[in-house]
């Protein structure tokens, strides 16, 4: 069975949708990845279980999260920007 995987990535001190962010599952294995639009948004199809996600944008600070999928899940990340982490 599969569920809707979807949700957002902004930009974290600004709030502003990041567009054409990366999201890839199970990056070890690439077994899924999108982008997200205009307004940061992302919609994928995934099999229940637990998954790992990393979320990329150029500029930002990569980041990983475990995932569990027993349904329809929303991810909401705030990636900071590299030079905010470097202050």
Do not use: C, N, W
Not at 21 to 44: L, N
Not at 48 to 55: A, D, P
């Amino acid at each position: 069975i599969l569920y809707t995987f979807s949700g957002t990535v902004h930009d974290s001190a600004t709030g502003q949708p990041l567009e054409r962010a990366a999201i890839v599952v199970d990056y070890e294995k690439a077994i899924s990845g999108t982008y997200t639009d205009e307004q940061g948004r992302f919609s994928m199809k995934l099999s229940g279980g637990r998954h790992i996600v990393v979320v990329r944008h150029v500029g930002y600070v990569p980041q990983r999260q475990y995932v569990r999928v027993l349904g329809s899940t929303e991810l909401h990340v705030r990636l900071p920007s590299v030079a905010s982490q470097l202050e």
